[in-house]
């Protein structure tokens, strides 16, 4: 098996590293594990794409580039430049240092990464390690991922669907904030959570030459999203896979809108 790793921290982020493992352990001895990722820390980019500008790619290995761009320019050259010649069978995002779960998965470089690998027909899967106080700051950080992706991964690339729409299926997987593997409750199929207040806010301060800042402030309130939720059942102990799509379409607005539109 061929995988293409990406990821919206960078590529000299920890997360990389434990994502090239888990390729690693994929693709078996006599797979290729190809790396094309940030050159720089891109987290909250979303799916955003540089288009009125070129970006430029340095190797630094037989299989590793950095881009100046963003997570999905990483996949746009891995797809369209690195790997033109041996496209990969899976692209892999992140595994990202904190969760991207309910509202934070619109902003995610990480997420925008595997969208933009799906809606190029190929399987991919963003994953994500959810920080709290029983891993923040422990001896491995993603203790949980490091031990539960590679069993997970092969559930889905053995059983799960993908190419079943033009907008091709994605998944999106957080691991648990756990510091001991004992307090992992297992894997939970999930939906995108939302929270009842806006994920973010503007901060402002003011300077020491009195010039006038705004820095972004992420709120709270996963403990009170659904059950069933990625947000509520990761930070319970879960970790989640949420079937994603590129497709925005309120399908469940149409009949309305027809009506509205009727007249």
Do not use: W
């Given at each position: 098996m061929r995988i293409l790793v990406t990821n919206?921290?960078?590529?000299?982020?920890?997360?990389?590293?434990?994502?090239?493992?888990?390729?690693?352990?994929?693709?078996g001895p006599d797979g290729e594990v190809w790396v094309v990722a940030p050159a720089f820390e891109q987290s909250g980019v979303s799916?955003?794409?540089?288009?009125?500008?070129?970006?430029?790619?340095?190797?630094?290995?037989?299989?590793?580039?950095?881009?100046?761009?963003?997570?999905?320019?990483c996949v746009l050259a891995?797809?369209?430049?690195?790997?033109?010649?041996?496209?990969?069978?899976?692209v892999l995002s992140g595994v990202n240092k904190g969760h991207n779960v309910a509202e934070d998965t619109l902003?995610?470089?990480t997420?925008?990464?595997?969208?933009?690998?799906?809606?190029?027909?190929?399987?991919?899967?963003?994953?994500?390690?959810?920080?709290?106080?029983?891993?923040?700051?422990?001896?491995?950080?993603?203790?949980?991922?490091?031990?539960?992706?590679?069993?997970?991964?092969?559930n889905l690339l053995a059983k799960a669907a993908w190419a079943d729409n033009r907008y091709g299926v994605f998944y999106?997987?957080?691991?648990?904030?756990?510091?001991?593997?004992?307090?992992?409750?297992?894997?939970?199929?999930?939906?995108?959570?939302?929270?009842?207040?806006?994920?973010?806010?503007?901060?402002?301060?003011?300077?020491?030459?009195?010039?006038r800042y705004l820095w972004l402030g992420h709120g709270k309130g996963n403990a009170q999203t659904e059950p069933g939720s990625d947000s509520r059942e990761c930070l319970n102990g879960y970790a989640t896979v949420t079937p994603l799509r590129a497709d925005l379409t309120a399908r469940d607005a149409l009949p309305a809108l027809e009506a509205a539109l009727g007249d």
């Open positions: 919206d921290d960078g590529i000299n982020a920890p997360g990389l590293a434990v994502a090239e493992a888990i390729a690693a352990a994929i693709a799916h955003a794409i540089s288009f009125v500008r070129p970006m430029r790619i340095e190797r630094f290995g037989t299989h590793r580039f950095a881009v100046e761009g963003s997570p999905a320019d891995g797809l369209g430049d690195v790997m033109a010649d041996c496209p990969p069978d899976l902003y995610s470089g997420v925008g990464a595997a969208m933009e690998a799906a809606m190029h027909g190929h399987k991919a899967i963003a994953m994500s390690q959810y920080f709290g106080p029983d891993n923040r700051g422990a001896p491995d950080e993603f203790l949980a991922a490091r031990n539960l992706a590679t069993g997970i991964i092969g999106n997987i957080n691991f648990p904030p756990v510091g001991d593997m004992a307090d992992v409750k297992g894997c939970k199929a999930t939906f995108q959570g939302h929270r009842p207040e806006p994920s973010f806010g503007v901060i402002p301060q003011e300077a020491p030459n009195m010039r």
